[in-house]
């Protein structure tokens, strides 16, 4: 099923945020999936970290509550840690990544996911989160700033 | 495939991309990489970004369409001019194209082998950085907006950029309007974006305002001096209907 | 004379790992197998005429690239070549973690051992595609 994308571009770079998902403004983007959401990396933070070697992501049964670490992916040029943006459980970790952490840069809105969180809050659980068009600014802002360093 | 929907893009602050052959036979290969990264890393690393040759040849979109819109120096390390031709062949004519000892000037043994340098190599790595900075620096030069001085031996400067179509699809989202001017048809890059931070700005579409705008219309585009005043005619025509449909 | 193996380098400007493909790509051709081996730049695919591209004819090639994009895989198949074996530097690494490297004008040490160890398991490879050839 096809997704509606914003693109920014900055210089040679073109950064895709799907347009239906939530996001942090660590990059992370939450897709809701009933009383859960799939969490991953964005465009954005997959190409300013660089070519994933290794990720680390919190097993399953993990209780999370927002801003704990909830993965973790090293590169050539960086490790990073991300913090989770809502508070749940870990119910799924996708297993594709340790043989294939390639997968983050290749397809970070799709195969590269990293894990669902069965959500604590009943409502309002994503409310704090920012919609596809805040971040996408926030992506803009930051990619010029990378630039100008 | 997904759909994309591009927001109105603001209008870049222009760089010049720099294409480097790196070719791996000969010593003038490395040459041409090492240059292009001492300007990249160190001499102007805001005012540049390197465009992958491999990635750009492979299909590269986001490369591809940096090159479309903003200048590009080739690099190459002999006439078969790789760099340039494949920067042709995908974007547009590189604005500038260096061959590194073009001119032969130097006994290519003297500059050691692709796989090292001697200190004369690194000499001419020096020389070619040096010939790529002033170049950016010609080619962002806003003021003049057109390159000058004379051309340096075993470097060919191509002709003067012409303005690029650059359609939304094309991956650059920098739109473009076509006007009259003086009885035929010109292209003009980022003029609907120039109008649209105009009238965010409140500026109001009558003479005073004309000089501002074509300083504006020729960061972008080429404009030679002779038709300088039939397209600010055009130009502020252009603006006055904008003006109407957006009130 | 027997085919030589086409070792095909990304050479990418933007990485670490480009640079390591492209010295790992020197150390295979010059340094442990050159009378097995050529390398073949890969722009002249695109570019050189059916001259460089009828290199690729019969020969078999090892790529070697340095990120997901996989350029000179891309451009050695689209150029109507045979890949015989894909290299991918970061899977490497992520096999020699602890030669994480750096630098892209000049690699960092770690960056040259990388670089070794990624040119003898080429060398293997090459090995293994020679007597393949040997034995068709």
Known sequence: ?149 | MPSERTAMPELPKRKVGIIACSGEEIAEGTVTRLAALRVLESLRPHETVTICLPLFLAGGEGDRAFARFHPTIAVDGCEKRCAARGTEMYSGKPAVSIVVNGDRSKDSSLLGTARRLTEVGMQVVDDVAGQIVRHVDQLLDLKRGRQTGPPTAGLEILQERAPRQAACSCGSGIPVATLQVAGREVTLLALPLIFAEFHEAGKLPDESVRNELMQAVKIYNSIPDADEAAYAHAVIQEYVAFCRENH | MKQKILIVPCSGIGKSYGSVAREAAYRVTEDLCPEKTKLVPLALLVLGGEEARSELGEAKAITIDGCKHACAAKVVAESGGTVANAVDVPEVFRRHRHLKPSGIAELDENGKKLAQVLAEEIRELVGSAVGEDRHA
Do not use: C
Not at chain 1, 23 to 48: C, I, M, N, T
Not at chain 1, 55 to 70: A, C, H, I, Q, S
């Open chain 1, 1 to 149: 099923m096809s997704e509606e994308m914003l693109k920014v571009t900055v210089d040679k770079f073109i950064f895709l945020v799907p347009a239906g998902r939530f996001y942090s403004d660590a990059g992370v983007w939450v897709k809701p999936e009933d009383h859960r959401a799939r969490l991953g990396l964005s465009d954005f933070a997959q190409q300013s970290n660089g070519d994933v070697a290794f990720v680390r992501v919190r097993p399953m049964g993990t209780k999370l509550e927002r801003g704990d670490e909830f993965a973790e992916i090293e590169t050539v040029k960086v490790n990073v840690s991300f913090p989770s943006p809502v508070r749940g459980t870990i119910v799924e970790v996708n297993r594709s990544l340790m043989d294939a952490p390639e997968l983050i840069n290749q397809e970070p809105d799709g195969k590269g996911w990293l894990a669902v969180v069965e959500l604590s809050e009943a409502e309002d659980a994503l409310s704090h989160l920012l919609d596809a068009q805040a971040y996408l600014a926030i992506v803009k802002g930051q990619a010029e700033a990378e630039m100008k360093r």
